[in-house]
């Protein structure tokens, strides 16, 4: 039966606790560093804050649930999920592929960790992932990317990275998994920045990744225990609370997009929009076969950045923050940051406000000419 649930039933059942009776419906907390221990029990479970906590389990459980994985580890934000991932399938003298198009600080993180270590980074657009995978040990992908919201073919960069023996990680922040699935596409393994969409609310950092290769998860789950990167145990509370929600979050999310780029495409302010769940967008074609749902986040190119400015000041209610995924529309302009986009190019995230309201707001804060 659990195959045929949709998304905000999938979202709750993935946070049931036990059904015991005199026990509580919604978890708890477990914040504890240090354990009592049996003096003649050498392996127990809990220990240490560090290596284990009950809490963690509970939310690894559901985020495996969520993406489809036999297994979930959670890690104290998405960069940390990410990195750790890299140092674990990266070894001496390989060559690794990190997007050119995707998100500014894993292409700094690559440069500066793994260049001085005789490693071969390649940095790769969307389009040229799959060409530049035919020489690679390790690829990572981010898709759609942030900020341009381009599409890589899983499924093609997934076989070419299996002719090669190659391991393919896949950033799924910006499509979540009740979005994309990449493990299903072929991926080895999927992180996430759970900050984003999953926890929704703008007030945690978080992070996981997720995956079906016993001996991966076990090599990172070794990482996380001695470089340290852990999940504190109330902001795996806070995530796995809001986990239940998400399913009805991302609902209207994607609602939302999809409202807001068809708006946008024809308003006379606006010079370009991206959003790969329109038939008119480049990224489409791929999207609509691999893709369930397509995301939150609008991509739209005003005319510099005091038209951006502008818009943000004039708005009832977009918040000017660089996070997305939250429950309050948003806008950031990505050349701040460095992003190879233009002065005007703003990524716009759409919350939970009524789709109405949205639009009608938007109208009124563009300028009409």
Not at 311 to 316: F, G, I, P, T
Request: hydrophobic share 45%.
């Amino acid at each position: 039966m659990q195959g045929t649930y949709g998304d905000s039933t999938r979202s709750v059942k993935a946070t049931d606790t036990e059904r015991l009776p005199g026990s509580p419906v919604a978890p708890y907390p477990v914040p504890a560093a240090a354990y009592h221990l049996d003096p003649a029990e050498d392996d127990a479970q809990d220990t240490y804050g560090r290596r284990s906590n009950p809490t963690w389990r509970q939310l690894e459980s559901a985020l495996a649930q969520l993406e489809n994985s036999s297994d979930a580890i959670a890690f104290g934000s998405g960069m940390a999920a990410l990195t750790a991932a890299l140092r674990v399938a990266v070894a001496p003298g390989a060559t690794v592929v990190v997007p050119a198009d995707g998100y500014y600080q894993v292409r700094a993180y690559a440069r500066e960790y793994f260049t001085p270590r005789g490693v071969t980074v390649v940095e790769a657009r969307c389009e040229q992932m799959c060409d530049a995978a035919g020489s690679a040990d390790v690829v990572l992908a981010e898709t759609p990317s942030n900020p341009r919201l381009d599409v890589v073919d899983l499924h093609r960069l997934a076989m070419t990275c299996r002719a090669r023996g190659a391991t393919l990680i896949v950033d799924n922040t910006t499509a979540t998994p009740l979005g994309q699935q990449p493990l299903s596409l072929g991926a080895d393994l999927v992180v996430a920045s759970a900050t984003k969409a999953l926890a929704g609310h703008h007030d945690l950092l978080a992070g996981y990744a997720a995956g079906n290769h016993p001996d991966l998860m076990e090599r990172l789950r070794t990482e996380r225990l001695h470089a340290g990167p852990v999940l504190g145990a109330l902001e795996a509370w806070l995530l796995l609370r809001s986990l239940a929600t998400f399913g009805l979050r991302f609902d209207r999310q994607c609602q939302n997009a999809a409202a807001v780029a068809v708006m946008l495409r024809t308003h006379p302010a606006v010079r370009a929009v991206r959003y790969p769940g329109i038939p008119e967008d480049p990224a489409h074609p791929v999207a609509a076969v691999q893709m369930r749902r397509f995301g939150g986040i609008v991509a739209v190119e005003l005319a510099d950045a005091r038209t951006v400015h502008a818009l943000v000041e004039r708005s009832a209610l977009l918040v000017a923050s660089t996070s997305f995924g939250g429950i309050h529309s948003s806008v950031d302009r990505r050349a701040r940051w460095g992003d190879a986009v233009p002065d005007g190019f703003a990524r716009i995230s759409l919350g939970i406000e009524d789709t109405e309201d949205l639009l009608a707001d938007l109208e009124q804060a563009l300028p009409r000419t």
